[in-house]
């Protein structure tokens, strides 16, 4: 049996500690990430039509991920703070879920992936689309958080399989 690979953000007595990419290349590094918000269909109904009473639900959302992707290293302890070349951040409304799927994708040209960046972007509009609706629906549930495909750095492409 292998040994599972390890923990990179642990020092040798198991304190956590930011890793150092100091010794890696710089290369074009991109992350995909995905989540959805799953709404009754007469919610979904108002962010269609544009009629939220907190307004355009997709774009305040759009925006909201693009600016979470940047602030990364600011809410999860251990990530470096990247150049982020870019972010774009798609929301579609979907009636068969029902709800709305969210897909980011990040850039950088750097010594360390943007996977946090891209989840943190797919996170945050997800739970902006939340909080843009829940004066409508309390129900809805966000899920589907995942990243899609990465490309890079040593590791290379990773892309999920169909699930």
Do not use: W
């Not at 020092?11 to 590094?29: H, I, N, Q, Y």
């Not at 600016?67 to 809410?75: C, G, I, R, V």
Request: aromatic fraction near 2%.
């Amino acid at each position: 049996m292998t040994q599972p690979p390890a923990l990179t953000h642990f020092d040798a007595e198991g304190r956590a500690l930011m890793v150092d990419v100091s010794d890696k290349p710089v290369t074009s590094r991109t992350a995909i990430a995905c989540a959805h918000v799953v709404m009754l269909p007469a919610t979904l109904a108002h962010v269609i039509a544009g009629t939220a009473k907190k307004g355009d639900v997709l774009g305040v959302a759009r925006l909201a991920g693009i600016m979470a992707a940047k602030k990364t290293s600011e809410l999860i302890p251990l990530c470096h703070p990247l150049p982020i070349t870019k972010v774009s951040v798609d929301l579609t409304p979907d009636p068969e879920l029902p709800g709305v799927r969210i897909t980011a994708e990040v850039k950088t040209t750097g010594q360390t992936g943007v996977e946090m960046e891209a989840l943190t972007a797919a996170s945050t509009a997800a739970l902006t689309v939340y909080d843009m609706l829940k004066a409508v629906e309390k129900s809805m549930e966000i899920g589907g958080i995942a990243v899609l495909r990465k490309e890079g750095g040593k590791s290379g492409t990773y892309e999920r399989g169909p699930q």
